[in-house]
């Protein structure tokens, strides 16, 4: 390569979202996109990007809840309505039940930013006794997650809403729902199995719990599957959702 003739990079990586006009989306009652799939995807990757946007939300701050008092939050959120159709009336009177969940979301991409950059650059400057000792914590913490979710991008919500088309007039128990996120389509396509070995001893215990209600003559009924799951998984503490 010639002196002076460097090679130009690709530059900072921008969410192509709404580049035709305002795009359809369909929310759910708490305000989460669940349609359609691939708006959704890059719905949520425009809402990442303008978290990590420094001018809007600076990593100089201690705490997201600092910014509402700035205006920053409600010109984000401006220019995120700006990219969303609101023609239908269902849509609209969602407004800000969607305000609401979009707030949650840059809070959300704003926290794991600012810790992806403390993780990639800040560690980087530690002694190595300290910075040997906090991967450890990382590795350990990390090790004991032995099921993980099998979604890929698409969202909890998402799952929920394409069970509920392909179940029409039914409720959605956790019992299933849990199956759902931790599992794989088989190769032959007959139905799903588990992701891992894990998450086998998972199905098989939950089958067991069903199993003994039925042969006490209990319906399987979603208020029934919930309490199983809860026996299973033990009650939620601190507020995190099990499963």
């Not at 590795?139 to 979710?149: E, F, M, P, S, T």
């Not at 098989?204 to 042969?215: A, T, Y």
């Amino acid at each position: 390569m010639k002196a002076g003739n460097n090679k130009k990079g690709r530059g900072k990586n921008k969410v192509n979202f709404s580049s035709n006009g305002p795009v359809k989306l369909v929310f759910n009652s708490f305000g989460q996109p669940i349609a359609l799939a691939k708006s959704v995807e890059k719905f949520s990757r425009f809402i990442g990007s303008i978290a990590r946007e420094p001018s809007m939300f600076p990593i100089n701050i201690s705490d997201f809840r600092k910014f509402k008092g700035t205006g920053r939050v409600k010109t984000a959120w401006e220019d995120i309505k700006a990219k969303i159709d609101w023609f239908d009336l269902e849509t609209l009177a969602k407004m800000m039940r969607i305000r609401k969940t979009v707030v949650k979301k840059l809070n959300a991409c704003w926290r794991k930013h600012n810790h992806d950059l403390y993780v990639d650059y800040y560690l980087d400057n530690m002694g190595l006794a300290e910075r040997f000792k906090k991967t450890e914590t990382f590795k350990k913490n990390r090790g004991q997650l032995k099921v993980a979710a099998n979604t890929g991008t698409k969202t909890f919500a998402q799952v929920r809403y394409e069970w509920g088309l392909a179940n029409p007039g039914k409720v959605l128990d956790r019992c299933t729902f849990w199956r759902l996120v931790h599992s794989k389509t088989k190769k032959d396509g007959s139905g799903i199995e588990p992701i891992n070995d894990e998450a086998k001893k998972k199905f098989i215990e939950l089958e067991k719990l069903e199993q003994r209600e039925l042969s006490n003559g209990r319906e399987l009924t979603v208020e029934v599957l919930n309490e199983l799951f809860r026996e299973h998984f033990e009650p939620e503490k601190r507020n995190t959702v099990r499963g």
